[in-house]
């Protein structure tokens, strides 16, 4: 098997690497660290988080709302990704699709000015 930086390490030592890719906002080099990790502890909510943030800004957007759809049929009630699914898919033109999802976040957030 070639290991790469990117694969390289514990899956602790890969988070942290990932995480300092992404603060650099090389957005394309912390998705890489980060889905093979995903892989390996899919039931993590914080490194697909991050995947998708990760595709988001790197406009991978079709891989941003795959990896936010898997978080919110997890964990219907998490409201950052349910923010950035409604994002993402503002961002592909599909806004009718967006709203609910962004409705829903601002209440999930407390935020009901925006309802």
Do not use: C, N
Request: charged letters at 30%; glycine letters at 4%.
């Amino acid at each position: 098997m070639d290991m790469t930086y990117y694969d390289h390490g514990t899956p602790a030592e890969r988070w942290e690497r990932a995480q300092m890719f992404f603060e650099a906002k090389d957005y394309a080099a912390a998705a890489r660290v980060l889905g093979k990790l995903v892989e390996e502890v899919p039931e993590q909510t914080g490194p697909r988080l991050l995947l998708a943030r990760s595709y988001y800004h790197s406009a991978q957007l079709s891989r941003a709302e795959t990896e936010l759809r898997i978080i919110v049929e997890r964990d219907p009630v998490e409201h950052y990704a349910r923010l950035m699914l409604g994002r993402t898919l503002e961002r592909q033109r599909r806004h009718e699709e967006a709203e609910p999802h962004l409705r829903l976040a601002s209440a999930l957030a407390g935020d009901f000015d925006k309802l």
